[in-house]
């Protein structure tokens, strides 16, 4: 479990590795209102995460439907959880011989990644309760979710499918580049565009950020609201302890390609 504040605070001391696993990855000021991070294992916290799928999704006009009750060995369902209320939520779901959800529509366009190596997985079923509104938040589940794929499980190159008018934010906030058109996707009953970016990207990005101070709130980017790279260890420490690899998940050696430019 990681917990953060809601919004960024300065730096925080890392925990250190005789700590118990159970304890919270970073300590807060007294009285700061947190945020926990944790991997969506039991029904409860899925039936959570799947309410508030159906309430966003619902308000954009979105079909959705529920996360299955159990996990699954090829993808991991992340919550953000304000004391018991679940407030954001993610799936990262990695390449394996049942495919991805991109498939349905990109399926092209993903073979030709993987037929030059690609190690692929998507982020997928991105909800954040609107009450919150907090950049901090999203950046915490994305550098959780990017930290489990690419750090952990070793995947280079991540994919998502985002309605044409939010592909500028994904540009600009995260440095993502438009993969294929828009096509109408049954699943949300709504148009939908292929984005992809290499795990590498993002690594530079949030190395970089961390050299400088802390950016105000209306930076265009969400890397100045990612965890530092200190942080970024203690939480690796956390995930590494509680991973199980899945023979069902495809995993190969790659060269690195310029097929995603950064």
């Known amino acids: 479990m990681i917990a953060a504040p809601f919004e960024a605070s300065p730096p925080r001391r890392p925990v250190s590795q005789d700590e118990s696993p159970d304890e919270d990855l970073h300590r807060c000021e007294v009285g700061r209102r947190l945020y926990r991070i944790r991997s969506a294992d039991s029904g409860g916290e899925?039936?959570?995460?799947?309410?508030l799928i159906n309430r966003m999704y619902a308000t954009r006009g979105y079909a959705s439907r529920p996360l299955p009750d159990e996990s699954?060995?090829?993808r991991i369902t992340l919550?953000?959880?304000?004391?018991?209320?679940?407030?954001?939520?993610?799936?990262?779901?990695?390449?394996?011989a049942a495919g991805l959800h991109v498939d349905t529509l990109f399926r092209h366009e993903v073979d030709a990644l993987r037929q030059a190596g690609r190690l692929v997985c998507e982020f997928t079923t991105l909800a954040i309760d609107q009450v919150v509104?907090?950049?901090?938040?999203?950046?915490s589940l994305f550098n959780v979710a990017y930290?489990?794929?690419?750090?952990v499980m070793g995947y280079d190159t991540l994919l998502i499918e985002v309605n044409p008018r939010h592909v500028l934010y994904y540009e600009r906030m995260l440095g993502f580049k438009v993969m294929a058109p828009q096509r109408h996707s049954p699943r949300v009953g709504a148009p939908a565009v292929l984005m992809g970016i290499?795990?590498?990207?993002?690594?530079?990005?949030?190395?970089?950020?961390a050299r400088q101070s802390r950016a105000s709130s209306a930076s265009r980017s969400l890397?100045?609201?990612?965890?530092?790279?200190?942080?970024?260890?203690?939480?690796?420490?956390?995930?590494?302890?509680?991973?199980?690899?899945?023979?069902?998940v495809v995993r190969h050696r790659y060269e690195p390609l310029q097929l995603l430019q950064a």
């Open 72 to 74: 699954s060995p090829t």
């Open 79 to 96: 919550v953000a959880s304000d004391h018991e209320s679940t407030v954001a939520t993610i799936t990262v779901g990695f390449d394996s």
């Open 147 to 151: 930290l489990y794929a690419h750090r």
């Open 133 to 139: 509104r907090s950049r901090r938040v999203l950046a």
């Open 223 to 248: 890397y100045p609201d990612w965890f530092s790279p200190l942080e970024e260890e203690a939480i690796l420490l956390r995930l590494t302890r509680s991973v199980v690899p899945a023979e069902s």
């Open 46 to 51: 899925r039936s959570s995460a799947s309410i």
């Open 198 to 209: 290499n795990f590498s990207y993002i690594r530079e990005q949030g190395e970089r950020f």
